[in-house]
Every structure is written in C-alpha cells, then in structure tokens.
C-alpha cells in the first residue's frame, strides 16, 4: 500500500438507497484502521471547491436506515473538463487526502477512472445506483430499494386498473438499462416488460398485443424502461391510442420516487459489505476498482470493465415475464 493517512469518501451522481449505509461502513472501517477520513460535499463538485469535512464514528451515527445521502450528490459539469480535475486535486492535496472512495453509478466512476490516470491516486469506487447496469456486480446499491418500491406503487395501480378494466403504461427507471423493469414486472405479476435490450430486436408492444393481451383478462400492467429507444411510457400509449384504439390506456411514470426511501435489509448489507471492503482494497494497495458482488462473494472490478456499457440482462427473465404472463 502507498502510505495513505487520509481517505475522502463522496456520493455522486444520482443518489440511490443504501448511500448512507456506504457512507457509514466506508467511515467507521476506515477510522478502525486508524485512518483519518474527510467526507467530501456534493460529489465531484466538493472536491473542485474545496468542501470538505471531518468524519469520526459518530458522524454517521443513526443514519443506516436513511435514504438519500448526508453527504449530498450532484452531477458536476467542471469536474469533466482537465482544469476542474486539477482544481480538484490541488483542493484535496491540501486537505491531506491521498486516496478516495467515490459511491456513484457509471458517469461517477467514469469520472474516477480519468482523475486516477490524470493523478496517479488510489481510487476504489461503490456500485451506488438504482440502475443496476455496472457490468461485474450482481447488483448495485439502491437497486432492491428502488424494486421494492415500484412494487408498492404498482400494487396499488393494478387495483384500480382492474376496477377500470384499463391497460396501464407504467414507466419506471435505469436510463439504458432494463433491470428495474424486468425484474419490476416478475415482481408485480405484470403482464409484458418494454426494455431497451430487445427494443431494435423485436416490436413489444405489438408482441405484447397481439399475442399476450388475452381476451379473458380486462386489465394490463406493462412495466417500461424510461428510454428514447423504447419510447417510453407516453410514447407506446400514443402508439396504443393510435393502433389499438379499443383499447383504455392509462400512464403512470413513477419518476424519482424511486430514487428515495430508507433502504432495504438487502441493499443495507450490500452497502455494508461493500463498504468495509473498499477499506480492506485500499489496504491490500488496491487502486482503481469497483467492489463488486458476485454470487454473494465480495470481487474487485477494474473500473474500465465496470463502465463498459454493456451489462447483459438476464434473457431468461423476459420469457418467465411471457410465461406467467398467460
Ligand atoms: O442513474 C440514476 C437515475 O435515477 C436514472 O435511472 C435516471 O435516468 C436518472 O438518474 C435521472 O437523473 P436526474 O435525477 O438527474 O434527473
């Protein structure tokens, strides 16, 4: 390990479910190794303009189960040009940080990777994101969350469109990836899931009418990848009123209610073991990876394989969806 007295630790990007259980593993395992730690505020955006503060162990007392992040998260334009980076460095040079743990989803650990080429500074980053879609872990902190709660919201949206004998669009998050509505629908008992993954393959929604609309049910719930290449929720309910126009359609765009809430038991172990571990990297000299979990067994994933675009879905998962669809 290079001689490392001080670790930064920031949230960035979108915030996700289990930031603040993260946050928390990252300190309090970090001090126990006799580590000083500096949160840094707002993501990218701190470190650019120097705001910092210092961690102990009770700057994280009582924040486990809190959704949300205490150490607030931003999307930071300066932090992608070479001069924001080198503001940043010196700011953090000063403050005596030599290495950093960042929590964030692709853009942030994409950020990391360059800073840590540019800088020569150990880096470990958190799979922090509601999307799922870091290739190399099974799963990314807030995503159970963000599944539980689109569970809960459509629960109550399939009592009314079965009141109404309605076809309901329901759009949900991931940006690119289709995750949440893949495994939303399995979870739901949803009759079709509209991901981007097959969206240039096969037409879903008229697969979905044609052959998975059955006469004997008066209700539909299809869950949809919020995406310019599905259409989103909006854009296949004109298609519907266009095409299908027998048909009562109704949208429902679950928008960043998905982001909040306290995390569940499974994404506050996650952030947990995660947490602990990018300690344990740093001490093993680790530099530039993402923890990632893999059949329950924490793995370290270079950060360049964590950010390629391109995590495969589970196909399996679309015809369980068809199947119990029927
Ligand atoms: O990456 C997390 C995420 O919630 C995506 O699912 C979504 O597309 C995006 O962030 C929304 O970003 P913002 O909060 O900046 O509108």
Same mark, same amino acid.
């Given at each position: 390990?290079?001689?490392?007295?001080?670790?930064?630790?920031?949230?960035?990007?979108?915030?996700?479910?289990?930031?603040?259980?993260?946050?928390?593993?990252?300190?309090?395992?970090?001090?126990?190794?006799?580590?000083? /730690?500096?949160?840094?505020?707002?993501?990218?955006?701190?470190?650019?303009?120097?705001?910092?503060?210092?961690?102990?162990?009770?700057?994280?007392?009582?924040?486990?189960?809190?959704?949300?992040?205490?150490?607030?998260?931003?999307?930071?334009? %300066?932090?992608?040009?070479?001069?924001?980076?080198?503001?940043?460095?010196?700011?953090?040079?000063?403050?005596?940080?030599?290495?950093?743990?960042?929590?964030?989803?692709?853009?942030?650990?994409?950020?990391?990777?360059?800073?840590?080429?540019?800088?020569?500074?150990?880096?470990?980053?958190?799979?922090?994101?509601?999307?799922?879609?870091?290739?190399?872990?099974?799963?990314?902190?807030?995503?159970?969350?963000?599944?539980?709660?689109?569970?809960?919201?459509?629960?109550?949206?399939?009592?009314?469109?079965?009141?109404?004998?309605?076809?309901?669009?329901?759009?949900?998050?991931?940006?690119?990836?289709?995750?949440?509505?893949?495994?939303?629908?399995?979870?739901?008992?949803? %009759?079709?899931?509209?991901?981007?993954?097959?969206?240039?393959?096969?037409?879903?929604?008229?697969?979905?009418?044609?052959?998975?609309?059955?006469?004997?049910?008066?209700?539909?719930?299809?869950?949809?990848?919020?995406?310019?290449?599905?259409?989103?929720?909006?854009?296949?309910?004109?298609?519907?009123?266009?095409?299908?126009?027998?048909?009562?359609?109704?949208?429902?765009?679950?928008?960043?209610?998905?982001?909040?809430?306290?995390?569940?038991?499974?994404?506050?172990?996650?952030?947990?073991?995660?947490? %602990?571990?990018?300690?344990?990297?740093?001490?093993?000299?680790?530099?530039?990876i993402m923890v990632g979990i893999d059949d329950d067994e924490i793995v370290y994933v270079p950060f360049t394989?964590?950010?390629?675009?391109?995590?495969?879905?589970?196909?399996?998962?679309?015809?369980? /969806?068809?199947?119990?669809?029927?």
């Amino acid at each position: 390990m290079q001689n490392i007295k001080c670790i930064g630790i920031l949230t960035s990007g979108g915030d996700s479910p289990g930031m603040n259980a993260a946050i928390r593993a990252v300190t309090r395992t970090a001090i126990y190794n006799g580590f000083e /730690v500096r949160g840094i505020i707002r993501g990218y955006h701190g470190l650019v303009n120097g705001n910092f503060i210092e961690m102990q162990t009770q700057s994280v007392s009582n924040i486990i189960q809190q959704g949300g992040t205490i150490l607030k998260s931003a999307r930071c334009q %300066e932090f992608t040009t070479t001069e924001g980076r080198a503001r940043a460095y010196e700011n953090m040079t000063r403050e005596g940080i030599d290495a950093l743990v960042v929590i964030g989803g692709d853009g942030s650990l994409t950020g990391a990777r360059i800073f840590a080429a540019e800088y020569d500074i150990p880096i470990v980053g958190l799979p922090g994101t509601i999307d799922n879609d870091l290739y190399g872990t099974d799963t990314t902190i807030g995503y159970d969350t963000a599944l539980n709660t689109i569970m809960w919201a459509v629960d109550r949206l399939k009592d009314t469109a079965s009141s109404h004998d309605r076809l309901f669009f329901v759009e949900v998050m991931g940006r690119n990836a289709g995750f949440l509505a893949l495994n939303g629908a399995i979870a739901v008992g949803a %009759e079709a899931a509209i991901i981007p993954e097959i969206a240039v393959e096969v037409d879903q929604l008229a697969e979905f009418i044609n052959n998975g609309l059955r006469k004997s049910k008066n209700s539909s719930i299809v869950l949809v990848a919020e995406s310019e290449i599905t259409g989103g929720a909006m854009g296949l309910a004109e298609r519907v009123k266009k095409e299908y126009p027998q048909y009562d359609v109704r949208v429902t765009i679950l928008g960043h209610i998905q982001r909040g809430g306290s995390p569940t038991a499974a994404d506050r172990i996650l952030a947990s073991r995660m947490g %602990e571990a990018a300690i344990t990297a740093l001490i093993e000299g680790q530099r530039n990876i993402m923890v990632g979990i893999d059949d329950d067994e924490i793995v370290y994933v270079p950060f360049t394989k964590a950010i390629r675009d391109d995590k495969p879905i589970n196909r399996d998962l679309v015809q369980t /969806v068809k199947v119990l669809s029927i």
